[in-house]
């Protein structure tokens, strides 16, 4: 279904007075009747092109004037362009909310089938932009899960501020004439009337898509870090996380044959970088600017955010889609350098009692060595852990005994990735069974946020029906 645009949803708006103000008894049948056939009128002139879409109230009421004379300005009784614009800005800004929340919703699903798929896959992380710990894909992906599922927590809370009717506010501070507030608010699809006038049409209206737009950047940075991680590998000769040719995933180079450039990887990050540049210039426009201006109110440019964040979360389920996953080449990367090294200095004092920062030590000249002799941690020989260990006691830890007590089988299980992620015992660690556990949580909790989408959009979807029943009731 088409998004409805100002047009749309100030015809909506019409509809609903002249039901409430029907049924409160503010109108008579026949002045109900009279005003119905007018906007009928307007909306199938507009329809068939012969009319514009009027975007504005002062614009919309002419139209109407002119099927039915001044008489049908009575449905205006009671309200303002204050309180219509506001309405139909925050009901546009719903829609652009529930499509994010739907894409993001199914980014999550994405991703945590993609987890599922990944649960053994070894391979390095990363910090200070230097190989650091071995963990698995499933791991990794299941911590931007949980970044994500803050934003759609976020996503949720704002949608329950958010989803509240300014109409009958008028302009700041009510009307006399009694319209029905909770009658509108029901019909238009909002869960309630906001509560006061003077925030409806104003502080709200500001405050509200400034809100979203911190989400909006957060979703950007997740976005972006995320294709970060991919890019970082992406430079080498041979990536373990490569995008599948054909498509728009990537593109040749028009003077060097060998070249697969990641447009689609270059171009979901420039989406991510567009949506917090939108999100950027909400809080600029909105900044330092009093109340009753227009300044952060533009439907257009608070909708084109929501909808930059969705695109750039499309484009990721693409990549998502897309990548082809080399297990052989993580781990190969894995074993090229010393990620493993702390393993060591761990075992060494769980399992033989000696101080954590003497194993560190220890640990810390093993690599020095092997990296100044070439050497990998799966071919670092026994025998000079044995020379190196002594050395390392003798000098900084004499009380103890020089004889390294670690079995050769131990030695070099510390230095399998696999062996050590199975002895990780903390919660939240990168142990299968707790990966595992966690994506389960997670999965659990992706399809409640289906469902809460789901069920706010058909809570629109069933206020328009009533509307548009009640409406075609007139006659």
């Given amino acids: 279904m088409a998004r409805m645009d100002e047009f749309d949803w100030l015809t909506e708006i019409n509809r609903a007075s002249i039901v409430t103000n029907l049924r409160s008894g503010l109108i008579n ?3 109900a009747v009279m005003a119905a056939d007018a906007l009928r009128g307007v909306v199938s002139d507009v329809e068939s092109g012969k009319s514009p ?9 002419p139209l109407l004037i002119a099927k039915a004379g001044p008489e049908v300005t009575v449905i205006h009784a009671g309200r303002s362009s204050q309180d219509m614009h506001s309405t139909f800005r925050l009901a546009m800004l719903r829609s652009a909310t529930l499509d994010l929340m739907e894409t993001l919703d199914g980014t999550l699903d994405d991703l945590a089938l993609f987890a599922r798929k990944n649960e053994s896959t070894l391979l390095p992380a990363y910090t200070n932009g230097v190989a650091a710990q071995p963990t698995t894909l499933a791991h990794l992906l299941s911590g931007y899960i949980a970044g994500f599922a803050r934003d759609r927590e976020r996503l949720s809370e704002f949608y329950i501020r958010m989803n509240e009717c300014p109409m009958g506010c008028t302009v700041l501070n009510g009307t006399g004439w009694p319209l029905d507030r909770n009658g509108m608010s029901d019909f238009l699809g909002f869960d309630r009337p906001r509560r006061n ?7 709200s209206q500001v405050d509200l898509p400034v809100e979203l737009a911190g989400i909006v950047a957060a979703i950007g940075l997740h976005v972006g870090e995320m294709i970060g991680g991919i890019m970082t590998q992406y430079a080498q000769p041979r990536p373990w996380l490569l995008l599948s040719e054909g498509g728009d995933n990537t593109y040749v180079s028009s003077a ?3 070249k697969r450039n990641p447009g689609l990887l270059n171009n979901t990050r420039a989406e991510a970088s567009d949506a917090v540049a939108a999100a950027e210039g909400v809080f600029l426009r909105a900044h330092n600017v009093v109340s009753g201006m227009m300044d952060g109110k533009s439907a257009g440019k608070n909708t084109g955010m929501a909808d930059t964040a969705s695109s750039a979360l499309t484009k990721l389920r693409r990549v998502i889609a897309g990548i082809v996953v080399n297990r052989d080449r993580a781990l190969e990367e894995l074993n090229l350098d010393w990620t493993a090294s702390q ?3 761990d075992q060494l ?7 954590f920062r003497i194993g560190h030590h220890m640990a810390s000249a093993m690599v020095s060595w092997a990296r100044a002799h070439d050497v990998r941690p799966s071919d670092f020989p026994y025998d000079e852990m044995k020379a190196l260990y002594r050395k390392e006691i003798e000098s900084e830890f004499p009380d103890a005994s020089p004889d390294l007590p670690m079995t050769e ?25 707790e990966t595992s556990a966690m994506l389960s949580e997670q999965e659990a909790r992706i399809a409640w946020y289906r469902e809460n989408t789901a069920m706010a959009r058909r ?9 548009a029943d009640a409406f075609d009731a007139i006659r």
Avoid: W
């Avoid at 006038?197 to 502080?203: L, N, S, V």
């Avoid at 004092?349 to 101080?355: A, E, R």
């Avoid at 809570?459 to 509307?467: D, F, G, I, K, M």
């Fill in 53 to 61: 879409r009027a975007k504005r109230v002062i614009l919309y009421e």
């Fill in 29 to 31: 049948h026949s002045t």
């Fill in 343 to 345: 393993e060591i200095a």
């Fill in 459 to 467: 809570r629109v979807a069933s206020a328009h029906q009533a509307l």
């Fill in 197 to 203: 006038a003077f925030d409806a049409t104003q502080i």
């Fill in 256 to 258: 060097m044959p060998q």
């Fill in 409 to 433: 089988a131990e030695f070099h299980s510390c230095l399998d990735p696999k062996s050590i992620l199975e002895k990780r015992q903390t919660a939240g660690s990168a142990n299968p069974k």
């Fill in 349 to 355: 004092m769980l399992k033989h009692g000696l101080p």
